[in-house]
């Protein structure tokens, strides 16, 4: 486990006047990155008040003044309706053991470590590897999280909405969240995010690695060929790919995956699906290129047959069949999707004249990327690829900067220091967090605002324990991470700890979860309050679940911090 945060509070000594009772402290409980920006988070006393005068930071171990300054003023959140004090600290500390204090009052204790990224980067992607499908997790790689196989899936069933009949083979993939389901739509976001970061940064994650099973390519590519050797099972003679592959309906949560024997179904090709199944692997086609190039133009030929699939099939969207009970993924606006994979078929060496009618869609607003909305991606792709899309650069750099500056401001002025607003608290709010910090940090690589790197920091920070919950939301990391997921394989294995790695969904008022069934939750939710919403319950699927797109969200982030620090020449600056 990574180094953690240990919390102390001052009440009162035994030979002196009572001390007031501090503010709560709030903090990243991992380690901080060494020589990176660092944030902390002080709440409201019991008293109902904040703190005022000087902070100072010391050396534990050596006694030594690291870093002062004075407390500023509280700063209010719509997410919660109250206010907190953060504290920025110069992005100088080394490694070490450090304190904050209020004049002699210890407020709270942190570390630094020069690995701190590193660390959270491999346990973040080590959770896809639990994760997988159709393989025993053996006790090597997996701990004592192993488990035997499940669902091997050779002999699926076509669906009637596929309007074909029998069986085939369709094995490997990652679970897609807390269920046994496995969706070319969210793996499409999951796989894009990652493949990005072995484009964009190869000299960092060419080397870097993580205790998975051997193979002749980078620990990075590995992981992410077990899942995408599934979706390319997924695609049809004619080109068009299947949306899903589950059973009918959810299994009982008791059940490790080779407990869970129900047929398994592939359901309805849709546009959707086939035109995030073309981006990916266009993409991947650039990426294996130099590590295995048969796999690179084998992925280039798939990515060739769903575009076209798509231009014959431009709307079919997904409705759920009525017989079928797991996740939809349903998305009836495809222009983001079409634009994405239209980006990627460009960059592979589309001519003008095909590029021509996709313009249009590139000076738009965007947020942050998101399983439903990948227009954000096709921004950075364009913005990574100036010598390919020349002046429909400039726009896609605007509207980048554009939404950067929106989120730089509300970390730098809202309580907890975090980019997310009270309308961002939808399902998955972790998510979107982690996704507005992997947007931050392309606009900082792009424009070198340091607002922008700070920024992203707060975020991961938030994710870590600087939160009004004072919980890390990664199982396995922090003083107390979030212990009860809405994981299967988490609540049905014999293990007291949930699988490590995984970032939890976060709160939001839609309440899903909530009901008087023996299965649902209690009401947890605090009116008017999205930040306020959540609970560690494993019975709370809307706030508590994990997915693996929000994992790569996290592992994007990350591995982005990563990438700054270690890049080939130090390519990029942290303090300019």
Known sequence: ?????????????????????????????????????????????????????????????????????????PRGWNALHDSAVVIDLPPSLPAGSFRLEAGKTKLGTFRVSATADRDLFRIAMKAFYHNRSATTTTPEFAGRWGRPAGHPDTLVRRHPSTGQAGTFSSPKGWYDAGDYGKYIVNSGITCWTLLDLAESHSAVFDTLSWPIPPGKEPAL?????????????????????????????????????????????????????????????????????????????????????????????????????????????????????????????????????????????????????????????????????????????????????????????????????????????????????????????????????????????????????????DSSFVTGVGARPARHPHHRPSVADTVLSPVPGFLVGGGHLGGQDVGPNSWQCRDYRASGAPALSWTDQACSYATNEVAINWNAALVGLVGGLVALRECAGGCYSVTR
């Not at 380690?31 to 902070?55: C, D, E, K, T």
């Open 1 to 73: 486990m990574l180094g953690s945060v240990f919390i102390l509070f001052a009440t009162s000594t035994a030979l002196a006047a009572p001390v007031p009772a501090m503010p709560a402290y709030r903090a990243n409980q991992a380690n901080y990155q060494a020589f990176s920006p660092i944030h902390m988070v002080l709440g409201r006393s019991p008293a109902g008040g904040f703190p005022q005068g000087a902070w100072t930071v010391m050396d534990s171990a050596r006694g030594k003044i690291m870093a002062k300054g004075s407390f500023p003023a």
């Open 221 to 469: 590519l590995r992981e992410l060929r077990w899942n995408l050797d599934w979706m390319l099972s997924m695609q049809d003679r004619d080109g068009g790919v299947y949306h899903k592959l589950t059973t009918l309906r959810f299994n009982a949560m008791t059940e490790l995956p080779h407990q869970d024997v129900g047929d398994r179904f592939v359901v309805m090709k849709t546009t959707a699906a086939t035109l995030d199944f073309a981006a990916v692997f266009y993409k991947a086609a650039r990426v294996f290129a130099a590590k295995d190039s048969a796999y690179g133009v084998l992925c280039q030929a798939a990515a060739e047959r769903a575009w076209a699939w798509s231009v014959a099939h431009p709307s079919t969207i997904y409705h759920q069949p009525t017989d079928v009970r797991t996740g939809k993924y349903e998305d009836t606006v495809l222009s983001d999707e079409r634009l994405l994979a239209a980006v990627e078929r460009r960059i592979n060496g589309a001519g003008d004249d095909f590029w021509l009618p996709f313009r249009r869609l590139v000076d738009q607003p965007r947020k942050e990327a998101s399983w439903q909305d990948v227009g954000a991606l096709a921004i950075y792709a364009i913005v990574g690829h100036p010598e390919v899309f020349g002046a429909d650069t400039v726009a896609a750099s605007f509207r980048l900067l554009e939404r950067a500056r929106i989120l730089a401001d509300r970390a730098a002025s809202t309580a907890y220091g975090a980019s997310i607003d009270s309308t961002d608290f939808v399902w998955g709010s972790n998510a979107v967090l982690a996704n507005q910090g992997i947007l931050l940090l392309h606009a900082f690589r792009h424009g070198g605002d340091s607002s922008y790197l700070v920024a992203a920091r707060r975020d991961l920070g938030y994710l870590l324990g600087a939160n009004p919950f």
